[in-house]
């Protein structure tokens, strides 16, 4: 095995350096000692000449050596090993540029590994299967009330039937049960309705029994359920015998047959699996159980193939079932991407997140600029270290080479600080998304660090120290050695050149830019710490009310069929109103789609028949992104909201055919300006599929804003009628009297089970809490966006810094021969400082102008009304900045005195 | 007797170490005064380069080497052929003589 013989052999030679010396000695040793026998026997000369010729005849045994040591491969690591210990060392020399460096580019890589984790949880879009690249998600959307529009039983079928290029179709949904041990205990979990294709797409062995057959869906097949480690674990107890037990959900008897292994959760995080037994025959059209669709590509199908056959479907259903298909597309997803939602709804900290990313993707190269300055400065002094190590020999390879693994002993340091950053940022971020979401994240998005990531950070590393490293070491290395040479002493031997000065000009200009919107945010952050609410917050409980369905195969299945299901849902949500308000502590109960303050948004586009132009018709989508709620008539009613234009909802408002919308005072504010808004019409125009359109609203009414939370002022609302029976679950609000309303949360509980056992509560919760941690969320979001303002601020005082302390260092002699002939000191900080704030001027003049272009494009508008304080606030920050850094080495020049200063010439 | 240059014999060099060991297992002043033996001193291994010659087949995997005692009862690092080592002989005596032919045939036709 001639390899195993070569690598042992290298790996002696590379890693145990003292045996292959020593080997080494010896061996030549030997060689030399046989051939002075061989010279004495042979020629008969004495011992002493023989050897001598020995030695000749081998010819410059070091030499030899050196050879032998070179090709074991261990040169470069011997000379990489000085060079990081020279590394270590700079960075205890020179601890300000250490603290400066390594604080600067450990916040470039937080925010560039956070955000590289957090884009490619997002972006990606496999599953982690083999093959898990090519799972699709085929849906529906349009304007039918939350289920109308959803995928349903009949689609399954059409789906199944027609489309080619895929395999493995099938479907789910999630049914809320409780799951009933032997011995009776119970506990509540979401079981998943699964087709049997959901594991053959996963391909994941089980790791106890069996997972779901084609077989169970049989209509007359014995139930059985699949179940998850975590349910192995905490409802089983790891009990290995578990396969065969019996195990009851809500009122069925189901026997176990397969335990699937830890971290499995397809379709979303799931842990309890039972066969889909929904047969579309079984159904009326239109009335068909909402499912979700999920396929897998055959190899060599695309995607938008697959999107091409379901879009034109959808168009060929339309036309034959109108008044059920009407304004509904279809559309092929990547599975994962089915599940991304934009949560963050909220204008600040959509300005702040915009704001991030553009600093995001400067950040890192800003900031190794900047270092790179510092450093050139530093290796400005080491210009004598150079000149002599070039004439001692050194190459300049070998001087670029040790000046780059001085820096990424710099930047490892920095990243590695930035990885811990960024893992706390991101365990914080999945904290707050897990709680903002309500419920556990899908089994596959892990927000932590990847080795994508860790490749990542390694890769910005690089980049990292070739600017910090690299670049000065080239420029320093350009030289004559002679002239320096010549020099050495003088402490004159570089320039800031124009590359330099730029950079230093282009970072200021960024800075100026830049601030303003982080100034913006911050200080409407603090400002509206405090906002008077104008509903009762602190007196507000919400919950979301839902009725547990049937599964097939239950003896009153037929009773549910969609229609009748949600006039039962209307008529049940009426009897829990009246009997809740019966309580004496509760003032009044409201229905809406969602809790105050978590409403989606839409896109929303004004009617332009009507006169008044569109204001925002450059852009590609239509419509402007607003905030959406829906709500029951009484809603403004029961939180004590007076109209200020027009009339508030009626009874009548939720009829069909009736279209009327409800906006606030912010809307009407940015739409109309001063013009009224009553009569006008609106209309959401749809979120991805520009093709589907709802129907017109007609505004009736404005009225206030209702900031829920601080950051939430000056957000625009619709509001829009919701009729009981179209959404499932529906949020209950309640106007709780005397005490918390959490107090009230058993009693809520025990009233709604009273109205009827199969109601379920979901989140109940104080609106205010609830509302919280999107205030959290913010304000994480922001508090990151001061440590990079401030980061930013910060490094381009360095960079000034460094720019006069090298123009310091440089015309030491100049300055000491000035003050010699009598210059004043003004005379001398004038000369030093001039450069330097012409620089800054300039930049600070071309970050004015960039600043208008950033504000656009992150949307805060602040130049209309708050740039007349922030802009000129930001000039002076920046220009207290250029002088706190000039301090030093100004106070430096002031201090050389001529005689010093002429005495190294 | 015209020596051969340097350069020629560095790169043969390797073919000579193979060849020497395919004999006998042997340490490295024994191959140096093999060849020279063989070749009835025509051919001189410069003795300092052949060391890193040996290291660098032995990073090859072609050789294999371990401490053993000279007739004359001094430890010494012994070099062997290994199975691919023998097969890397085959084939560098192979090419070593069609290139041998062709140059001779140039050099012939010149």
């Known amino acids: ?95 300000g540029l250490t603290v400066v460096g390594v604080l600067g580019l450990a916040i470039g890589v937080a925010i560039g590994a956070t955000g590289f984790a957090a884009l490619e949880t997002v972006v990606d879009s496999r599953l982690p299967f083999v093959h898990g690249d090519r799972v699709i998600a085929l849906q529906n959307l349009g304007f039918r009330g939350r289920d109308g529009a959803r995928a349903n039983l009949h689609d399954l079928d059409e789906w199944r039937k027609t489309l080619r290029g895929v395999e493995l179709l099938g479907a789910y949904r999630t049914l809320d049960r409780n799951l009933i041990t032997a011995d009776g205990a119970a506990t509540p979990r979401r079981v998943a309705e699964m087709s049997a294709t959901g594991f053959a797409i996963a391909g994941v062995t089980p790791m106890l029994g069996r997972y779901l057959l084609a077989d169970d869906e049989r209509p007359n097949a014995p139930p059985v359920v699949v179940i998850g480690f975590n349910v192995w674990q905490s409802v089983f107890l790891s009990d290995s015998s578990v396969v065969g037990k019996a195990l009851r959900l809500g009122d069925t008897q189901h026997t176990i047959v397969g335990v699937m292994p830890r971290g499995f959760g397809f379709p979303i995080n799931n842990n309890v699996w039972t066969p889909l037994k929904l047969n579309a025959a079984d159904y009326v059209r239109g009335q068909a159980p909402a499912v979700e669709v999920f396929a897998r590509l055959t190899p060599g199908t695309t995607l938008d193939e697959v999107h ?162 690299v670049i000065p070491a080239l420029k320093a290395t350009q030289r004559q050695i002679t002239a320096t040479l010549k020099q050495l002493g003088a402490g004159a031997g570089l320039r800031l050149g124009k590359v330099w000065n730029t950079l230093i000009v282009a970072q200021v200009a960024a800075t100026v830019a830049v601030m303003p919107v982080a100034v913006y945010a911050l200080a409407s952050w603090i400002l509206m710490r405090n906002p008077t609410p104008s509903i009762p917050m602190n007196e507000l409980l919400t919950a979301s009310l839902y009725l547990g369905q049937r599964g097939a195969g239950t003896d009153d299945f037929d009773e549910y069929s969609a229609a009748q299901f949600r006039a039962r849902f209307g008529v049940l949500q009426a009897e829990v109103s009246r009997a809740l308000l019966q309580d004496p502590s509760v003032v009044s109960v409201t229905f809406s789609g969602s809790p105050p303050g978590r409403e989606p948004q839409e896109r929303i586009e004004l009617d332009t028949l009507r006169g008044v132009a569109q204001r925002d018709s450059g852009m590609a989508l239509r419509g402007r992104w607003t905030i959406m709620g829906y709500v029951a008539a009484g809603h403004f009613n029961a939180l004590d909201v007076k109209p200020l234009a027009g009339r508030l909802f009626e009874p009548g408002d939720a009829a069909p055919g009736v279209h009327v919308a409800i906006v606030n005072r912010s809307f009407v504010r940015r739409e109309f300006g001063d013009a009224s808004a009553l009569g006008r019409r609106i209309r959401p125009v749809g979120r991805n599929v520009e093709r589907v359109y709802a129907p017109w609203y007609e505004i009736v009414g404005v009225v206030p804003d209702m900031p829920y939370v601080p950051v939430d002022s000056g957000r625009s ?74 980061s930013v601020l910060l490094l381009s005082g360095a960079g000034i810094y460094a720019l006069i302390a090298f123009t310091v260092t440089r015309r030491r002699r100049e300055i000491g021969i000035r003050t010699a ?63 706190m850094a000039a301090a030093a080495p100004v106070r430096k020049a002031m201090l050389i005195q001529p005689t010093e200063a002429l005495r190294s010439e | 007797m015209p020596r051969p240059t340097t350069d020629a014999l560095r790169g043969s060099l390797d073919l000579l170490v193979l060849k020497t060991l395919s004999l006998e297992a042997m340490h490295g002043w024994g191959i140096s005064q093999r060849i020279q033996q063989i070749s009835k001193g025509a051919l001189e291994v410069n003795q300092g380069s052949l060391y890193p010659a040996l290291q660098r087949l032995e990073k090859l995997g072609l050789i294999t080497s371990d401490w053993d005692t000279s007739d004359n009862n001094r430890r010494a690092r012994y070099y062997k052929l290994t199975a691919s080592g023998r097969r890397a002989l085959g084939d560098e005596l192979d090419g070593w003589r069609k290139f041998a032919a062709g140059l001779e045939t140039v050099l012939r036709a010149t």
Do not use: C
Request: hydrophobic residues 55%.
């Open chain 1, 717 to 790: 609302r619709v509001y829009v009628p919701l009729r009981a029976a179209d959404a499932h679950p529906i949020t209950m609000t309640l106007r709780i009297r005397g005490g918390a309303p959490s107090a009230f949360i058993p009693r809520l509980r025990e009233i709604t089970t009273n109205v009827n056992p199969m109601l379920l509560l979901g989140n109940v919760s104080q609106l205010d809490q609830l509302l919280d941690v999107e205030g959290e969320l913010a304000k994480a979001v922001l508090v990151a966006t001061a440590i990079v303002a401030v």
């Open chain 1, 1 to 95: 095995m001639s390899w195993i013989d070569g690598v042992r052999a290298r790996f002696t030679l590379l890693f145990r350096r003292g045996a292959a010396e020593s080997r080494m000695n010896d061996e030549i040793r030997f060689h030399i000692e046989q051939e002075t026998d061989r010279i004495v026997r042979d020629e008969g000369v004495d011992r002493t000449e023989a050897r001598r010729r020995a030695l000749a005849a081998f010819g410059g045994v070091e030499n030899h050596k050196e050879e032998l040591r070179y090709d074991r491969g261990g040169s470069w690591l011997a000379g990489l090993a000085l060079d990081v210990k020279l590394g270590a060392r700079m960075l205890a020399k020179y601890p």
């Open chain 1, 308 to 469: 091409a056959q379901v879009e034109a479907m959808a168009v060929r259903l339309a036309r034959a079932y109108p008044s059920e298909r009407e304004n509904i597309a279809s559309r092929a997803m990547w599975y994962p991407h089915s599940f991304v939602e934009v949560p963050l709804n909220n204008p600040i900290m959509q300005v702040a997140i915009n704001l991030v990313r553009v600093i995001m993707s400067v950040i890192l190269i800003v900031i190794g600029v900047n270092v790179a300055i510092l450093v050139y400065a530093r290796t400005a002094t080491r210009t004598g270290e150079i000149a002599v190590r070039t004439a001692l020999g050194a190459s300049r390879r070998r001087i670029v080479s040790q000046f780059f693994v001085e820096a990424l002993v710099l930047s490892s340091v920095g990243a590695v600080v930035g990885l811990g950053l960024a893992q706390v940022a991101l365990r914080f971020i999945a904290t707050l998304v897990d709680r903002a979401a309500g419920e556990q994240l899908p089994f596959w998005i892990q927000l932590r660090l990847s080795p994508a990531t860790v490749l990542y950070v390694a890769g910005l590393a690089v980049l990292a120290a070739v600017i910090v490293g």
């Open chain 1, 821 to 883: 002939l009598g210059a004043r000191s003004a005379q001398v900080i004038r000369g030093v400082l001039a450069r330097a704030a012409a620089q800054i001027a300039l930049g600070v003049a071309i970050g004015l102008v960039l600043a208008l272009p950033v504000d656009r494009m992150i949307g805060a508008h602040i130049f209309a009304g708050w740039g007349v304080v922030i802009l000129p606030s930001v000039v002076l920050m920046m220009a207290a900045t250029g002088l």
